[in-house]
Each structure stands twice: as structure tokens, then as C-alpha cells.
């Protein structure tokens, strides 16, 4: 039987995810049937299905509200690309009404949000999924395989570190993001919930985490007839302490005039591996070793290797039907985790853990000293977090 999808909110990355569905549709025909699309904008709902019925020639049911959705769909699963702020509200809802979820990152709003998905899921045994591509690409599996087997020696420590200067002016135009409580922060956990799901990948759980957070810019933004304050962090310095004894060092700023940098390195004690892009979303296929005789290897030569390693099983687990997309991949794995009553690579709990370096950094900022893992993780630290937990009921 086919799983059916529907997917809740119609916005920008849900677009990613709808081609990803088209994609594996196109692929498997079997395995899946996209039947229902959800957006209070009914209009960004509607075009969504119209992409479908294109494809397939079935149109989707269209629904403004997700209840109403819920009440009139028998989902299998449902893909929640909704602010971060209603990830909860959704997730919830849907895995009352017997659906599996898979949510977009940061996956919950707060570590308390996180949690209320991770309890249904529990209590239901229903899939929550954390949407999480990044680590699922081949210049990142191989990164991870390339420090496993001790390429660059035993792992020291990186440093990811960003400075440029963004002007900005009232005319720039409110969006959710920065609204705490839709938002719950800025890059430190958008963009930056990648980078942190990454790291735990790669070097596990921290222990400590101590930060520096600020707004040094007052950046105001227009919404409706005001002209209102971003929520919006400009600058981050935060220093990651590894359970395995590497050390972190993730700093970013856009509030830095004059002068540009980006660098991202991973140290180990044989050599480095040194990336070629952002501070969010790497190790990228630009990416090289370099040894402590200066012999580099380039990032397609260690993919090749890498790929070369796996078995046939491992190859179809980790690149089913050759698909190296990361979005194509966690849409994928959390079909056919339903199909066949398996767990999700990344299930809420590592989602969760993953987000938790990001509100560690926060909590830190907010208490000006250094906080356990552990207890931001339990949700027992909640400073910077509690108002937004406030306005939500968490
Ligand atoms: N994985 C990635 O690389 C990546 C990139 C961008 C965004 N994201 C994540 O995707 C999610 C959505 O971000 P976006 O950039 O697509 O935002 P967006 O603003 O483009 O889209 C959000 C959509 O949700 C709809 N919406 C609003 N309230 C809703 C509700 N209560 N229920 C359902 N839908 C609702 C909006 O109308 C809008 O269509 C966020 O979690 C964000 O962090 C992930």
C-alpha cells in the first residue's frame, strides 16, 4: 500500500520537500501518494497542488486549516514546513489524528516544544521525524567517514568563524523569523540548526557550552504601519566543549564593518580537513585535506573512496536508487520508515540534541556563563527560552 503524504505549510523550503515527493514518486510509483496540501494561504496550498495534479494527474486536497485536514484525510504521514513556532502546534495535532510527522528543523521552537513532540511520539509510537539533509549528503557522510577511520588523526578541534557587515534599513520587511516567538532566534538556531546537527554528527554530544551573544546593530524592520525591532542576534562567540575532548570554536557576526572573513577548518592531529563555504552547511564538495606534509586530497577523490567503501546494502541505506539529494534523502527515509515500521535516521531526540547546542548558546548568552548540555537538553535551563515557552503554554 502507498503511504500517504500531505504536506502543512506551503512555503519555501516545502517546495524543496514537494519536489522531493514528486521525485520519489516518479521513481517508485508504489511507494507513495501525495494527497493533501495544507496553508493558512490557501493560494500557496493550491499551487502546491496544482504541481501534482500536473505530475500525476490527481489533484490534492487543499485545506486552509490543518484541523480541518486532519479530520477529513487518513494520513500516513504529514510534512510540517510551518514557522517554527506552530512546529509543535502541528506535529501534535497530527500525531493525535494517527499521522507519523517529519518536521523541518530546528524541530520545535524551544527545547520544551521539542519535547511535546518527542512525548506524543512515545506515547503513539508514531514516527516524529527532524527534516535534516545536510549531513546526508556525500561530501558529509565522508567527512564523517574520513575522521572515523583516522585520515587526520585523532580530532583536536575546528573553528567556524564568520564576519561580514549587512547594512539595513526600516524598509526592510518583517518576516516571522524575526519574531521570537515564531522565530525562536536567529541563525544561531536557522541556519545554524544545521551546523549544530553536523558537529553531534561528527564529534557527538558537547558537555559545556559557554557563549557570547549580542545584538550590537539596532536593526529595525517595517510590519504592517510599524516599524519594529528585530529579535534578531548580530553576533555570536561560542566555544563548544566535546565529551570526546574536542574543542569548538563557532563565531559569526554580521555587524562587522570594514573587513570580510569566512573559515572553516576541522583539525585533527595528522592534518586538517579545510572547507571551501559557509559557516552553516559545509563539509562541501570543495572541501580538501591537508596533511601535515602538505599532501592534499580534494574532497571528490575522498567521496570516490568513500563511496567506494560501502557495501551494496550500506549504498541503498544511505543513497536509495542513487538519490545524493539531502532533502530527497530524509523525505525518502521517512516514507519508507513508515512503510516498513523502521525509525528515521534522525528521529526527534537527536533532532532535539542537535538543537540543544544552539539553545545552549543562547541560554549562555542569557546567563553569561557557561551551561551543562544535559540540563538544556531536560529543558531544565530556560532564561533566554521562557518567554517563549511563556507565550506558547510550554
Ligand atoms: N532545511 C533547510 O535547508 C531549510 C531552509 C529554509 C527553511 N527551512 C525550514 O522550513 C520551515 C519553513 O521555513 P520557510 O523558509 O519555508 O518559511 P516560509 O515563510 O517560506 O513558509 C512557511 C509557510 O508556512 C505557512 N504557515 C504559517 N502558519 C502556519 C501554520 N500554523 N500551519 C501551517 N503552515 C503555516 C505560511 O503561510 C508559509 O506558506 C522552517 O522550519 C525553516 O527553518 C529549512
Redesign the pocket.
Known amino acids: 500500500m502507498a503511504v500517504n503524504v500531505a504536506i ?9 520537500h514537494l519536489r522531493s515527493y514528486i521525485q520519489i514518486k516518479e521513481t517508485v510509483p508504489e511507494k507513495i501518494d501525495i494527497v493533501a496540501m ?4 490557501v493560494e ?1 496550498a493550491e499551487k502546491f497542488a496544482a504541481q501534482i495534479e500536473e505530475a500525476f494527474g490527481m489533484k490534492p486536497a487543499v485545506y486552509a486549516d ?1 484541523d480541518e485536514m486532519l479530520a477529513k484525510e487518513d494520513l500516513d504521514g504529514v510534512d ?5 513556532g ?2 509543535h ?2 506535529a501534535i495535532k497530527c500525531m493525535q489524528a494517527g499521522a507519523n510527522v517529519i ?4 524541530i520545535g521552537v524551544t527545547v520544551k516544544a521539542t519535547h511535546a513532540i518527542m512525548d506524543p511520539s512515545k506515547r503513539t509510537g508514531k514516527i516524529a521525524a527532524t ?4 549531513r546526508r549528503m556525500p561530501s558529509r557522510r565522508a567527512s564523517k567517514w574520513l575522521m572515523d577511520k583516522g585520515m587526520i588523526g585523532e580530532m583536536r578541534m575546528f573553528f567556524a568563524q564568520h564576519a561580514s557587515w549587512t547594512d539595513h534599513a526600516p524598509e526592510d520587511r518583517w ?3 524575526l519574531d521570537l516567538a515564531l522565530g525562536g532566534g536567529g541563525m544561531v538556531m ?2 545554524g ?2 551546523f549544530c546537527d553536523t558537529i553531534r554528527y561528527l564529534y557527538g554530544d558537547p558537555d559545556t557550552v559557554y557563549a557570547r551573544v549580542d545584538k550590537l546593530e539596532t536593526r529595525m524592520v517595517t510590519k504592517g504601519d510599524e516599524i519594529v525591532q528585530s529579535a534578531h542576534e548580530d553576533m555570536w562567540a561560542a566555544t563548544i566543549n566535546f565529551r570526546s575532548g574536542v574543542t569548538g570554536l563557532w563565531t559569526c557576526t554580521n555587524a562587522a564593518p570594514g573587513y570580510s572573513f569566512n573559515r572553516a577548518v576541522h583539525y585533527g592531529s595528522e592534518g586538517c580537513l579545510l572547507d571551501d563555504g559557509d559557516i552553516f ?1 559545509g563539509p562541501f564538495d570543495g572541501a580538501k585535506v591537508i596533511l601535515k606534509d602538505g599532501t592534499e586530497y580534494p574532497m571528490s577523490e575522498i567521496v570516490a573512496d568513500y563511496k567506494a567503501s560501502l557495501g551494496r546494502d550500506e549504498t541503498e541505506r544511505l543513497f536509495p536508487h542513487g538519490f545524493e539529494d539531502g ?1 530527497l534523502l530524509e523525505c525518502y527515509d521517512f516514507v519508507d520508515a513508515i512503510e516498513n515500521g523502521r525509525d528515521v535516521e534522525i528521529p526527534a531526540e537527536l533532532g532535539l540534541r542537535a538543537k540543544s547546542i544552539c539553545e545552549a548558546i543562547y541560554e549562555s548568552g542569557a546567563i553569561g556563563e557557561a551551561v551543562d548540555f544535559d540540563e538544556v537538553v531536560a529543558g531544565d535551563i530556560e532564561v533566554y527560552q521562557k518567554p517563549i515557552n511563556e507565550h506558547w503554554g510550554l
Open positions: 502543512a505549510g506551503c512555503g519555501g523550503m516545502a517546495n524543496g495544507c496553508d493558512p494561504v500557496s490543518i510540517i514546513c510551518s514557522p517554527h506552530y512546529h502546534v502541528n518536521v523541518e528543523k530546528p527534516a535534516e539533509q545536510i518576516h516571522w523569523r536557522d541556519s540548526a544545521h552547511h532533502v
